[in-house]
């Protein structure tokens, strides 16, 4: 099937919280005529200021999006640790947050949005589907404006919580509490403290939660209530419209994956609209279909770690392995024809299956299967080292690369074979 491209190059983002900024900023670098359909800066001055951690791995996905500055511009600060008492042992945890006020940078990325050219409408009465768009892209967070019927699990709420700021931000901590969990967010100009159950938390927080959460409750007022149940859309793509950000896929906050996979959705659908007015429909689809079904299989098996006793790993980076120089690796990762995104563009092409279903070409501006001809017969983690700087990557970058593959499975140790073997040079792609 080929879309019906009689909107040329015009697009419609119904939304103008951060995925709806983000898919705009990737659409307008396509060198798409982007309009942003918003309900206007009263309602976003409605929403409360609330601080977010986001990941390290989401500060690439805003490189990649050449919105790196906009975390600085909205006050970003970044935090080392992350102290994780919901765990069966509270530990905690290694790596840098970034933590931002949700609402400041969700404003700055819509002004850069703006710089490069979006246009701002408002979002009127008349349906945005009916728009003669070359696509519409909801971004309406769990609204789901366009993206009914949607699915859920769970129907927790968070309370959020204001307090004071700190000069010198502490690491986040999550905790548990009689009902749920709670958190706590420090960041220069404000404190956010959320209590997350099945009704609502009351306009107070209790003396023993401020006593775990080491603040003053006095100094705190409830500012917001937010759903915080996984949601999801059963249709996150139908005929033009493509859904991004919680309007696809609402994670549940324990995770603290929701910017991480706003900023994913919306650099995979800046590439699927992309496609759909020059190429494959049915194949951009299926990329996208694809993609949000298997974050919230991710998302809903890492909820259910999290209750597992032995887990209970809220927030938890990923650990990497040490390498030894001098035992034998193999290539491990199935891999499979599907569809991918290539420089804005999905094509079906070979891309290796992680095991927790992800889909992968490259990491680090690597092509990863330059790794399958590289371990064809097995190399020492020393030759597989000295092969990939022989083909031009820096010593550092090759140690990582091999952390990052054994980390994710794309390769293993294994006993040698025995047969001479060849350490070979990756030829070009
Ligand atoms: C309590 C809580 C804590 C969280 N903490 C974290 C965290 O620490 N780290 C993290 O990564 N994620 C966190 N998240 C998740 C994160 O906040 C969301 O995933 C993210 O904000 C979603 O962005 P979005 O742009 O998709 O949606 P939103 O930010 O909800 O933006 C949607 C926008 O669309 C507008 N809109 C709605 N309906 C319409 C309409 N009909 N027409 C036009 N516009 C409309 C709204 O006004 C809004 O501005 C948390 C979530 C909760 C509930």
Redesign the pocket.
């Known amino acids: 099937m080929r879309v019906d491209d009689s909107g040329g190059r015009r697009v419609r983002v119904?939304?103008?919280?951060?995925?709806?900024a983000a898919t705009a900023c990737a659409l307008l670098d396509a060198g798409f005529d982007t309009v942003i359909?918003?309900?206007g800066s009263g309602?976003?001055a409605r929403?409360a200021a609330?601080v977010?951690?986001?990941p390290a791995a989401?500060t690439h996905l805003l490189g990649e999006l050449g919105l790196q500055a906009e975390l600085v511009s909205a006050g970003a600060v970044g935090v080392n640790g992350f102290e994780n008492l919901h765990a069966q042992t509270p530990r905690v945890l290694d790596g840098t947050w970034v933590h931002v006020d949700?609402q400041r940078l969700?404003a700055e990325c819509l002004l850069e949005a703006r710089r490069r050219g979006a246009r701002l409408a408002p979002?009127g009465a008349r349906s945005a589907i009916d728009a003669d768009a070359a696509a519409v892209v909801d971004?309406?967070?769990?609204?789901a404006?366009h993206s009914r019927p949607v699915g859920r699990d769970g129907a927790e709420v968070?309370a959020?919580y204001a307090g004071p700021g700190r000069g010198r931000a502490r690491p986040g901590r999550v905790t548990r509490t009689p009902a749920g969990w709670a958190y706590r967010?420090d960041h220069p100009d404000l404190t956010t403290v959320?209590v997350?159950a099945a009704t609502p938390a009351g306009r107070r927080l209790t003396p023993a939660l401020a006593a775990e959460l080491e603040i003053d409750a006095s100094a705190f007022t409830q500012v917001a209530t937010?759903?915080?149940g996984v949601q999801w859309s059963s249709r996150p793509v139908e005929g033009r419209r493509i859904s991004?950000?919680?309007?696809a896929l609402?994670?549940s906050?324990i995770g603290?994956?929701?910017?991480?996979?706003?900023l994913v959705s919306a650099i995979a659908a800046g590439a699927v609209v992309n496609t759909w007015a020059t190429g494959d429909y049915d194949t951009a689809t299926a990329y996208y279909t694809d993609l949000v079904a298997a974050a919230r299989r991710r998302h809903l098996t890492s909820l259910v770690a999290l209750e597992d006793p032995e887990g209970g790993s809220a927030q938890a980076p990923e650990e990497t392995p040490v390498l030894d120089v001098e035992r034998h690796l193999v290539f491990a990762a199935e891999v499979h024809r599907r569809p991918a995104n290539v420089g804005g563009l999905i094509v079906s092409r070979e891309v290796c299956v992680l095991p927790d279903d992800a889909l992968v070409r490259s990491a680090g501006g690597f092509d990863l299967l330059l790794l399958r001809d590289l371990l064809r017969g097995g190399a020492t983690t020393r030759e597989a080292t000295a092969g990939l700087t022989a083909s031009g990557v820096p010593e550092a970058a090759a140690s990582q690369l091999l952390a990052w593959a054994l980390r994710h499975s794309l390769i293993r140790y294994a006993s040698p074979s025995g047969t001479a073997r060849e350490v070979r040079t990756p030829g070009p792609n």
Request: charged share 20%; aromatic share 2%.
């Open positions: 119904v939304g103008d919280g951060l995925a709806a359909l918003s309900r309602a976003r929403q609330a977010e951690a986001l989401t949700r969700a979002a971004a309406t967070g769990r609204a404006r968070a959020v967010l959320g997350v937010r759903p915080a991004v950000g919680d309007a609402a994670c906050p603290g994956h929701g910017v991480r996979f706003g």
